[in-house]
């Protein structure tokens, strides 16, 4: 049976609670997260590349000259590719998608591969509660730096929104807070350890899990 650690606000030990095996305990396949997390970078990727097609260059309204006599060969426009200047052939475009099409239960399942490995590694801690009646920054900080193990980057899953967290975090470059309903694969293969609001763990439950 899978279990983790709960913590109270000082990075005290208050008990262990029993996670639902369906969602923390589900065997390992390496290729599956892999693919899941090839598939979660590129949906988030811009095509920032892009080139200007012969339509798009700016100038080459009339013909460079006249068509015969001139001993040169024979040119319409100098917004061709083959002129300097030109437009560009087969270049980058903006409008790419690099998109990964992936079946929705197979990225599903390597959510859950990745959340059980953690919690096997230790890498996951259960804070009971975050009370906070106004955004401090530092006393969010000094929150997460009591507990065991979070000494850089660290994943925040909270069970529902929180405004005084969200704004005291947007001034702590190593903390990322996110819903239970927005857990994805790159986020918790980035981070190397995630903290998760006791009340959150219903949620995922609900959420994740392969019937």
Known sequence: ???AQVYNQEGKKLDKIKLDPKVFDVAMKESLVHEAVVAGMAQ???PYAHVKERGEVRGG????WR?????RARHGSIRS???IGGGVTFGPRKERVFKVRMNKQAKRKALLMALSAMVKEGDILVLDEIKMDEPKTNKLAKIFKSLPGI???ALVVLDKPNKAVMQAVKNIDWLRVVGA???NIVDLVDYPKVVILKNALPEIEKLYSIK
Do not use: D, V, Y
């Not at 309204?61 to 460079?64: F, S, V």
């Not at 068509?67 to 001993?71: E, F, I, L, R, S």
């Open 151 to 153: 000494e850089r980057r």
């Open 67 to 71: 068509q015969k006599g001139t001993g």
């Open 1 to 3: 049976m899978a279990e």
């Open 81 to 83: 590719p083959i002129w």
């Open 181 to 183: 309903n927005n857990l």
């Open 61 to 64: 309204g009339r013909k460079p």
């Open 44 to 46: 988030s990727r811009k």
